[in-house]
């Protein structure tokens, strides 16, 4: 049997008035998901415990089976495991965004304008995280450059309490009563001071604003976390496996979990992503003695995060067309296979930020189809009857154990 979990991460939505009142699911063109949902299992399963906040760190974990009330750390340590950076029992990592903020002089009076500085590219992210590590990297805190608009700070020591806002969730607002505060929150603020400093008449920014992008101008730090450690999904669950993903915080989870990561060449966490090769990728680790493969799919969550429903809908439609089709026109070779469909959390457009409720999955196994009329989306899962308390659950279910 080979098993292979799609991650749309933040497709699940609320209607929408510009879709006549449906959700994106519900609006966009996807017959290869309606297809898993008429011939195999449909319901709800919540991935965010009570108590945690709904990032795609506690849901991707819950989602791949490990219950985040006992394995849960922190997002930015499984992002420094990802770009191979070791830390130290007293390490703390945080997220560095680069983002846009307004030019008002006084930086509580900023709005958050880009969490993503325009979706920067890589190349030029590099540049301006080696100029903020040259002028505020030290002994005790250094910058790593990441992919895009997300890198890393690590702090030798510092704390674990401070209360941080992830800039996804302040979009178009004021930042003032969102800026670090309670433990190293004086130090982390004005590390976020001075790299607007840095950075917001680097030859980077002023070629993008000549370009009429959005300047990378300063960072924003959150996210913040210890060292994981995870037992391998072998060890949990009896298979080898292997993790597809654009972006460094579902990596760093595979590797923690043991499983192999398979890069994609054209894979970028966005719209523009190679969603194909990714599914191909999926059906090479599969040929190559894979047994499980988790392959996440970021594009409609950082749609959800822009409000924008057109590239929401098109990044489901894209992965209903180049991904699951591609998919499943490969699996026949086996002869047996499981294969499951879910978000990892709802990415609303109206709010633009993850939210806490269950999510709809779709779970087909080749040698026990049922055929049925159902289509793939929220209310269909929800009137289906099957409601799963965890993700933990939801993976035992899929792999048939327990059963």
């Given at each position: 049997m080979k098993y292979i979990v799609i991650v749309g991460d933040g497709m699940a939505d609320y209607p929408r008035p510009e879709l006549n009142n449906r959700t994106p699911l519900q609006y966009a063109r996807t017959p290869n998901m309606d297809l898993l949902a008429a011939r195999g299992e449909v319901g709800l399963v919540k991935t965010v415990p009570d108590g945690f906040q709904p990032g795609s760190d506690v849901a991707n974990l819950s989602v791949l089976g490990y219950a985040p009330e006992k394995y849960y750390t922190g997002r930015s340590p499984l992002e420094a495991v990802s770009m191979g950076v070791t830390l130290g029992d007293r390490d703390v990592a945080f997220r560095c965004n680069l983002v846009t903020l307004s030019g008002e002089e006084n930086y509580a009076d900023k709005q958050m304008i880009d969490y993503s500085a325009g979706e920067i590219t890589s190349s030029e992210a590099r540049e301006l995280i080696g100029a903020v590590e040259a002028?505020?990297?030290?002994?005790?805190?250094?910058?790593?450059?990441?992919?895009?608009?997300?890198?890393?700070?690590?702090?030798?020591?510092?704390?674990?309490?401070?209360?941080?806002?992830?800039?996804?969730?302040?979009?178009?607002?004021?930042?003032?009563?969102?800026?670090?505060?309670?433990?190293g929150g004086d130090v982390l603020l004005g590390i976020m001071q001075q790299s607007y400093g840095i950075l917001k008449d680097h030859p980077v920014n002023r070629s993008r604003v000549q370009r009429g992008l959005c300047p990378a101008n300063s960072v924003w730090l959150w996210g913040q976390g210890k060292k994981p450690s995870l037992p391998p999904f072998k060890e949990l669950y009896g298979l080898e496996g292997a993790v597809i993903s654009a972006v460094d915080l579902i990596m760093g989870i595979g590797i923690c979990a043991g499983l192999k990561v398979v890069t994609v060449p054209g894979a970028t966490g966005n719209i523009h992503t190679n969603f194909k090769g990714k599914a191909e990728a999926a059906l090479g680790a599969?040929?190559?003695?894979?047994?499980?493969?988790?392959?996440?799919?970021?594009?409609?969550?950082?749609?959800?995060?822009?409000?924008?429903?057109?590239?929401?809908?098109?990044?489901?439609?894209?992965?209903?067309?180049?991904?699951?089709?591609?998919?499943?026109?490969?699996?026949?070779?086996?002869?047996?296979?499981?294969?499951?469909?879910?978000?990892?959390?709802?990415?609303?457009?109206?709010?633009?930020?993850?939210?806490?409720?269950?999510?709809?999955?779709?779970?087909?196994?080749?040698?026990?189809?049922?055929?049925?009329?159902?289509?793939?989306?929220?209310?269909?899962?929800?009137?289906?009857?099957?409601a799963l308390a965890n993700g933990p659950a939801l993976m035992r279910r899929f792999l048939g154990i327990d059963q």
């Open positions: 002028e505020l990297g030290d002994g005790e805190r250094q910058f790593y450059p990441g992919i895009s608009y997300r890198h890393l700070m690590v702090w030798r020591g510092g704390p674990e309490e401070t209360v941080l806002t992830p800039p996804h969730d302040i979009s178009g607002r004021v930042v003032g009563e969102y800026l670090p505060r309670g433990e599969l040929r190559e003695g894979a047994d499980f493969v988790y392959l996440h799919v970021e594009a409609p969550d950082e749609a959800g995060h822009h409000g924008d429903t057109e590239t929401k809908v098109r990044a489901i439609e894209e992965i209903d067309r180049q991904v699951l089709g591609t998919l499943l026109d490969g699996l026949g070779e086996f002869k047996a296979y499981r294969i499951m469909l879910l978000p990892d959390h709802p990415t609303p457009l109206s709010i633009k930020t993850h939210t806490p409720e269950p999510v709809p999955f779709a779970l087909l196994d080749s040698g026990k189809q049922v055929f049925t009329d159902r289509t793939y989306c929220e209310s269909t899962a929800a009137a289906a009857g099957i």
